[in-house]
């Protein structure tokens, strides 16, 4: 989206891949809104789309559930590697010239300034020249460690998922497994690409006292449907879920998606936000260029733009996630009989997160209401 936006606003644009196709291989459970596909530019239809999503189910650790419906939201389970390919193919035709089998190794300095990126191509070393690079690689960016920002994150979600075949599923439906038993610190997820196969998955953090991939095995050996299930493909990945990084540009440098720490540290999700940060820092590097300032000061328009809606949600969201630290599986089963769909939602994205919380305040127990106020101070 980045390498998309620069080249539309009229500058010289190159794009590397360290795979030899751009969306291969996939370490992702797939889900995105309806409008995360539009704004990347496409339509929520086949190939991009597996299955729509009309409902979202939260299971708390006790078994009961809460059902999220939304007039104005509609998820999909993506084909995220014929998703990513058409991004890369629609910057590829904005006049982005994209370069497969090829791995960044670090960035080139001339004293404190980004002035281009070292990397291998079949085996031989090549440098790029910029006038501004974009780190878009990942949550161990090496573009972001060689510049000398950030080395890592303080908070992370650590995932293993399965796509199961061989299944019965009730369709439209994405699930959300809540509790210690199952993922200590984050959540199991249940994401149909269609009624026979599921990407099934979940992140742990902080709690955790064994590997996520064990947790995955406990918890798919609980659920009747997944006992004969045959396994299509294993993955995971690490979700950063300490929000945007304090420093994501320097000057001649940018930092985009993981590599910034953006994503919604509630949900882990970080599709739609690596869109429109793509968007805004391809066009804010295009202005730059075109001006001749190509300093931390100017291209820091981008955060600034990014905070005023994406930045907020994901403050507000990793504050939710500070205060169910601090629920017990207990505390838990108790909020989920006074949560609303409404509720859900608002927190889980990071929209409305005071007021909500205040609502929920009123029809509280005692105890939550204790955990709830320590984030109202």
């Known amino acids: 989206m980045a390498a998309r936006a620069a080249a539309e606003n009229g500058?010289?644009?190159?794009?590397?891949?360290?795979?030899?196709?751009?969306?291969?291989?996939v370490y992702c459970a797939e889900g995105l809104s309806v409008r995360g596909i539009e704004d990347g530019g496409l339509k929520a239809v086949p190939p991009y789309v597996s299955q729509m999503t009309t409902r979202a189910r939260v299971v708390a650790p006790n078994g009961n559930t809460v059902?999220?419906?939304?007039?104005?939201?509609?998820?999909?389970t993506l084909d995220r590697q014929v998703f990513d390919k058409a991004l890369a193919d629609?910057?590829?035709?904005?006049?982005?010239?994209?370069?497969?089998?090829?791995?960044?190794?670090?960035?080139?300095?001339?004293?404190?300034r980004v002035v281009g990126v070292k990397a291998v191509r079949e085996g031989e070393e090549i440098e790029f020249i910029a006038k501004v690079?974009?780190?878009?690689?990942?949550?161990?960016?090496?573009?972001?460690?060689?510049?000398?920002?950030?080395?890592?994150?303080k908070e992370y979600v650590t995932c293993a998922q399965y796509q199961?075949?061989?299944?019965?599923?009730?369709?439209?439906?994405?699930?959300f497994w809540m509790g210690e038993k199952y993922a200590p610190g984050g959540y199991a997820w249940v994401f149909p690409k269609s009624r026979e196969v599921a990407n099934v998955g979940l992140g742990v953090r902080?709690?955790?006292t064994k590997p996520p991939i064990e947790y995955l095995k406990d918890f798919i050996a609980q659920d009747p449907r997944f006992r004969n299930a045959k396994i299509l493909r294993k993955n995971g990945g690490i979700c950063p879920v300490c929000g945007t990084l304090d420093k994501i540009v320097a000057d001649g440098l940018m930092l985009v998606g993981d590599a910034a720490g953006?994503?919604?540290?509630?949900?882990?999700?970080?599709?739609?936000?690596?869109?429109?940060?793509?968007?805004?820092?391809?066009?804010?590097?295009?202005?730059?260029?075109?001006?001749?300032?190509?300093?931390?000061?100017?291209l820091s328009a981008y955060r600034v733009e990014f905070d005023k809606y994406w930045g907020k949600r994901i403050k507000d969201s990793g504050r939710v996630v500070d205060m169910l630290d601090k629920f017990s599986d207990d505390d838990l089963n108790t909020l989920s009989e006074v949560i609303t769909n409404?509720?859900?939602?608002?927190?889980?994205?990071?929209?409305?997160?005071?007021?909500?919380?205040?609502?929920?305040?009123k029809r509280s127990p005692m105890k939550i209401i204790r955990l709830i106020r320590a984030y109202l101070r």
Request: glycine share 12%; aromatic share 4%.
């Open 133 to 153: 690079v974009i780190g878009a690689d990942g949550h161990w960016s090496i573009i972001r460690r060689s510049a000398g920002l950030a080395r890592y994150f």
């Open 11 to 25: 500058v010289d644009v190159i794009f590397i891949e360290e795979h030899p196709v751009a969306g291969t291989p």
């Open 67 to 76: 059902e999220l419906t939304s007039t104005d939201w509609t998820g999909c």
């Open 164 to 175: 199961l075949g061989g299944l019965d599923l009730d369709l439209g439906v994405n699930e």
């Open 206 to 208: 902080v709690k955790h």
């Open 262 to 298: 953006q994503l919604i540290p509630m949900t882990g999700a970080g599709i739609h936000c690596a869109i429109e940060a793509g968007k805004m820092a391809g066009r804010v590097a295009a202005e730059a260029v075109k001006e001749g300032d190509v300093s931390a000061k100017r």
């Open 342 to 361: 409404k509720d859900v939602l608002a927190l889980a994205n990071g929209t409305n997160v005071t007021a909500t919380l205040a609502g929920l305040v």
């Open 90 to 112: 629609n910057a590829e035709k904005a006049g982005a010239r994209l370069m497969t089998n090829t791995r960044a190794t670090g960035v080139i300095m001339d004293g404190s």
